[in-house]
């Protein structure tokens, strides 16, 4: 079993940075792919960013190619999310998620553990 938990949210202005980090226990993450994903209000949750269990791979949506950055710390059995030029429709609560498939995926289904969430809030 793996637990974990996602802090750093908060509320910024349009433009500024936030980093997030997802604390895990329980379990080294270290054998686990993991992913970033985020839910805004009425909309379906959204894969964000996601990295390969040795770090050596690294994948974005869209959306965040060039303003977000996803890395590992195995060592510190720690994912982070570093996020710039942050825009209002970055605004969601945000979630980090471990899987063990053969490959990283952006489908939420695939991912076996999760964590509470944290609020990002941009405003304009």
């Known amino acids: 079993q793996v637990q974990l938990v996602e802090s750093g949210g908060g509320l910024v202005q349009s433009g500024g940075s936030l980093r997030l980090s997802c604390a895990a226990s329980?379990?080294?993450?270290?054998?686990?792919?993991m992913g970033w994903f985020r839910q805004a209000p009425g909309k379906e949750r959204e894969f964000v960013a996601g990295?390969?269990?040795?770090?050596?791979?690294?994948y974005y949506a869209d959306s965040a190619k060039g303003r977000f950055t996803i890395s590992r710390d195995n060592a510190k059995n720690t994912v982070y999310l570093q996020m710039s030029s942050l825009k209002p429709e970055d605004t969601a609560v945000y979630y980090c998620?471990?899987?063990?498939?053969?490959?990283?995926?952006?489908?939420?289904?695939?991912?076996?553990?999760w964590g509470q969430g944290t609020q990002v809030t941009v405003s304009s």
């Open positions: 998620a471990a899987e063990r498939g053969v490959v990283v995926t952006t489908k939420p289904r695939n991912y076996d553990y």
């Open positions: 329980g379990r080294t993450l270290s054998t686990y792919h």
């Open positions: 990295i390969r269990w040795s770090g050596s791979s690294t």
